[in-house]
C-alpha cells in the first residue's frame, strides 16, 4: 500500500509517504522562526501557515516517492488533538485529495501515532514491528505528558497524565522566566548539558505520591518565585548552565521515576518513550540507565520522529489498514478511525 500522510496538528506542517511499513519520505516545514518573536505558537499564524505550505510539502514529499497522485492508494491525516484551526487544514486537504483520487481516507490520533514511533528503525527509517513486546510508554511533547500501558500494537489504555502543565510546557515556560529564546526546551537542554545539576534544589511534583498522573505547574510556580528572590542568574551567564541543569534534573527525575514505576508495578519488561521532550538529552540518558539498571528493555523514537511528523501519522494508518482494526483508539476515543477500506474517518 502507498499512503499518503498529512500532519498539521500545530506548528509543524508534515506531508510522508508511507509503503509497506518503510518511510519513502517524511517532509517537515517548521515555524519556528515565525513564532519565535512571539514567544510561543499564535494558532491564527500557524493556521495560515499551514495554508501555504501543506500543497508544497505534499508535492516535496510525493517527489521524494518517487510517486504521482494517482500512485496513492490511501490518505491519512491528523485528525487532533491538536490545535482546531490548524487540524482543519490538513483533514480538509487530505479530503480533497482523497475524493478527487476516489481513495480511502483515514483520521489518525496524533498521540497513538506517537506511541508507535519507538518501533520504527533504520535509516529510511521502517517498522519494528516483529520484535514488538508489551511495555509501559511515555509520550512527553509540549502538550502531552502520559503514561500508557500498550499490550499490543493497536490495543493500549492511559495509566496517567498531567493534571495541569505537561512537562514541554514546564520546559518552555521555564525557559521564559530565564529570559531564553524560544522555543526554550532545547535551550534548557543545551545550556544544562555545561550546568551543575545539584546547583539548586527544585520539587519533584507527585513523584512520591501513587498514582500514574504528573503535575508540573507547581514547579514552575517554584522556578518563578526562585527567580524573583535571585534576579541576578537571570543575566548571570555563569550560573545560568547551573539552573537549566537543576531544573532539567527535576523534570526528568519525575517523568523517569513515573515511567519506571509503572513499569514495575506492571511487571512490564520494556519501557518505550515518545514525543518532543524526548529528543532532551538527559532523559535519553536517565531513562537509559534506569532501564539498565532494573533490566528492562528500553525503546525510544528516533529522533527524526519525535517532534511532529506526517511519517509517524502514515504508519499507524497504514498498520490500521492492515489489521482492520474495529474499535476506537484508546487514546482520545471521540476520533474514530476508518472501520473499512472505503469510509472516510471522523
Given at each position: 500500500?502507498?499512503?499518503?500522510?498529512?500532519?498539521?496538528?500545530?506548528?509543524?506542517?508534515?506531508?510522508?509517504?508511507?509503503?509497506?511499513?518503510?518511510?519513502?519520505?517524511?517532509?517537515?516545514?517548521?515555524?519556528?522562526?515565525?513564532?519565535?518573536?512571539?514567544?510561543?505558537?499564535?494558532?491564527?499564524?500557524?493556521?495560515?501557515?499551514?495554508?501555504?505550505?501543506?500543497?508544497?510539502?505534499?508535492?516535496?514529499?510525493?517527489?521524494?516517492?518517487?510517486?504521482?497522485?494517482?500512485?496513492?492508494?490511501?490518505?491519512?491525516?491528523?485528525?487532533?488533538?491538536?490545535?482546531?484551526?490548524?487540524?482543519?487544514?490538513?483533514?480538509?486537504?487530505a479530503q480533497a485529495l482523497a475524493y478527487s483520487l476516489d481513495r480511502p481516507l483515514y483520521g489518525i490520533n496524533h498521540l497513538e501515532a506517537h506511541l508507535l514511533s519507538p518501533w520504527v528503525l533504520g535509516d529510511p527509517p521502517a517498522a519494528d514491528y516483529d520484535n514488538f513486546r508489551s511495555n509501559v510508554s511515555l509520550i512527553v511533547s509540549g502538550g502531552h505528558t502520559l503514561l500508557?500501558?500498550?499490550?499490543?500494537?493497536?490495543?493500549?489504555?492511559?495509566?496517567?497524565?498531567?493534571?495541569?502543565?505537561?512537562?514541554g510546557e514546564c520546559f518552555d515556560k521555564v525557559a521564559k522566566l530565564m529570559g531564553l529564546p524560544y522555543p526554550g526546551g532545547p535551550e534548557v537542554d543545551r545550556l544544562a548539558e555545561e550546568g551543575s545539576a545539584v546547583a539548586f534544589s527544585f520539587p519533584r511534583p507527585m513523584l512520591a505520591r501513587p498514582g500514574d498522573d504528573f503535575s508540573f505547574s507547581g514547579l514552575k510556580t517554584s522556578v518563578r518565585y526562585f527567580l524573583d528572590q535571585n534576579p541576578e542568574?537571570?543575566?548571570?551567564?555563569?550560573?545560568?548552565?547551573?539552573?537549566?541543569?537543576?531544573v532539567r534534573a527535576a523534570i526528568v527525575e519525575v517523568l523517569v521515576g513515573k515511567t519506571m514505576a509503572a513499569a514495575r508495578r506492571l511487571g512490564m519488561t520494556c519501557v518505550t518513550a515518545s514525543g518532543g521532550v524526548t529528543r532532551n538529552r538527559a532523559l535519553r540518558r536517565e531513562l537509559e540507565a534506569a532501564c539498565a539498571e532494573q533490566g528492562r528493555v528500553l525503546r525510544l523514537a528516533p529522533p527524526s520522529l519525535c517532534t511532529d511528523n506526517a511519517g509517524m501519522v502514515g504508519l499507524l494508518a497504514e498498520l490500521f489498514?492492515?489489521?482492520?482494526?474495529?474499535?476506537?483508539?484508546?487514546?482520545?476515543?471521540?476520533?474514530?478511525?476508518?472501520?473499512?477500506?472505503?469510509?472516510?474517518a471522523g
Open positions: 500500500m502507498r499512503l499518503l500522510a498529512l500532519e498539521t496538528s500545530c506548528d509543524e506542517t508534515s506531508a510522508a509517504v508511507v509503503c509497506d511499513g518503510r518511510l519513502l519520505s517524511n517532509v517537515v516545514a517548521s515555524q519556528v522562526r515565525l513564532h519565535a518573536k512571539y514567544g510561543g505558537v499564535v494558532p491564527e499564524l500557524a493556521t495560515r501557515e499551514h495554508l501555504r505550505n501543506t500543497m508544497p510539502v505534499v508535492r516535496q514529499a510525493l517527489g521524494e516517492a518517487d510517486l504521482g497522485a494517482v500512485d496513492l492508494d490511501a490518505v491519512a491525516a491528523t485528525r487532533g488533538p491538536g490545535l482546531p484551526p490548524a487540524l482543519v487544514i490538513g483533514w480538509r486537504v500508557v500501558e500498550m499490550s499490543g500494537l493497536m490495543e493500549h489504555r492511559v495509566l496517567g497524565g498531567t493534571l495541569d502543565d505537561a512537562a542568574l537571570k543575566t548571570d551567564d555563569a550560573r545560568l548552565p547551573d539552573l537549566c541543569a537543576s489498514t492492515k489489521r482492520k482494526a474495529t474499535r476506537t483508539s484508546g487514546i482520545g476515543a471521540d476520533i474514530q478511525l476508518s472501520r473499512n477500506s472505503g469510509a472516510v
